[in-house]
């Protein structure tokens, strides 16, 4: 990283220049430095980082939290218990393998799976806005509260109720599929959020 030795201070890099120079190289230049990418502590502890399952041109995104301990070993992002309930899901709403994608708002598992630090989120940030610029769906799943954190920065969803984009892109914030493992209940909830939004995807 360049020294600004007038100020002697680290400069930022702009993240519109980072995610556009992301975007100029290809998606196969956005998978390397993905890989390489050594911007925080998290890739010390990482077997794999965890990029992307899915189709490479989905309607529907789903945005999760983190890889967990499995998805660390095999490097494929919900492939877990969570991802148990993910399919779960994608298969109550319906959707073939060719209709969604998912990815997570970090590539490296944080330690104990630990909650991600919102310096790690914006470290990752210019992989994850990269990454929904090349899949342009037309409909994000927000998969919990980091994942609306790292999407909006501010800007607070109600669980279920959609949001479009400057972009013309609809945004629904459901529970993380974890919630469905420690709290049965949510299940339930969880299927009345998806009913009530099918208009989205169907």
Known sequence: MAINNDQN????????????????????????????????SLHEGATNP??????????ILFIGEAPGKT?????????????????????YMGLSPDDYAVINVLKCRPP???????????????????QIRFLD????????NTAEEAFFSRKEMQWGVPLVTDEGISVLKIFHPAAMIYQRSRIDEQKELLDKNRHLWE
């Open 9 to 40: 201070k680290e400069e930022v890099p702009d993240p519109s220049s980072q995610i556009q120079e992301l975007i100029d190289g290809g998606f196969e230049h956005l998978e390397k430095e993905i890989r390489k990418c050594a911007n925080c």
């Open 50 to 59: 965890v990029i992307m399952k899915g189709s490479r041109d989905p309607n």
């Open 71 to 91: 998805e660390d070993m095999t490097g494929i992002p919900f492939s877990g218990r969570a991802g148990k309930k993910l399919d779960e899901m994608i298969g």
């Open 112 to 130: 104990n799976n630990r909650k991600p630090r919102k310096s790690e989120i914006e470290q990752c940030k210019p992989f994850l806005m990269a």
């Open 137 to 144: 769906p037309r409909v994000i799943i927000l998969l919990g």
